[in-house]
Structure formats: C-alpha cells, structure tokens
Nanobody, 121 residues
Framework: QVQVMESGGGSVQAGGSLRLTCTAS?????MGWFRQAPGKEREGVAQIYTGSGSINYGNSAKGRFTISQDKDSMTVYLQMNRLYPEDTAIYYC?????????????????WGQGTQVTVSS
C-alpha cells in the first residue's frame, strides 16, 4: 500500500504562484496531479512517469504549470504560476504502480487527501 501526501496549498491573489509538493511512501511508476473545483468533475492537471520523466499536461495547465520530480525521494512538485480564480480547487496527488493512461484518474490506485488552493481576484 502506497501512501500519498500533498502539501503546499493556500490562498493567493490572481497572478500569483504556488508550489505543491507530493510524496509517495513507496515506488510509483507514475504520479499525477488532479483538481476538483466546487460543482465540477475532477480533472487531470499534470502527470509524470517517474522512470522516463515523460510528462503530460492538461489544457488548463499548459504554459502556466510545471510538474517536476525528485526520483530519489519519490516526490513530485507542481509549480503553478499566473494563477487565476478559476484555478481555485482542491488539488489531489495520485500515484500508480503501473501504466497511467494520460491524465485518467482511473489509472491511479493511490490518492492523497487533497490540498486546497484558493485564488482571489
């Protein structure tokens, strides 16, 4: 059983930045960030294959967010720049021991509790 823990959420004004951190307690073949805004379905933000470093971004993240990793500690980061109020959501980190279809939450077995990100205008 892999445990996943996120940190780094908070409140920021529009245009600001935040960095989220996620650590998995064991090996993960891929790790991803998802988010869920009030009244909306959960959507994929970014994912990374820990071995190859291959990365995928959701449309909302392209050009503003960057996912990176520290393979030795099985930690991934999500640097979020130029945040908009529409980015307000609970951000979840997820990990999978196997292959992950691009930003599909069904691919991930292990999930963190989520961290709140609030962007004010």
């Amino acid at each position: 059983q892999v445990q996943v823990m996120e940190s780094g959420g908070g409140s920021v004004q529009a245009g600001g930045s935040l960095r989220l951190t996620c650590t998995a307690s064991g090996y993960a073949y891929c790790m991803g960030w998802f988010r869920q805004a009030p009244g909306k379905e959960r959507e994929g933000v970014a994912q990374i294959y820990t071995g190859s470093g291959s990365i995928n971004y959701g449309n909302s993240a392209k050009g503003r967010f960057t996912i990176s990793q520290d393979k030795d500690s099985m930690t991934v980061y999500l640097q979020m720049n130029r945040l908009y109020p529409e980015d307000t959501a609970i951000y979840y980190c997820a990990a999978s021991e196997g292959y992950c279809y691009t930003l599909r939450e069904q691919s991930y077995e292990y999930w963190g509790q989520g961290t709140q990100v609030t962007v004010s205008s």
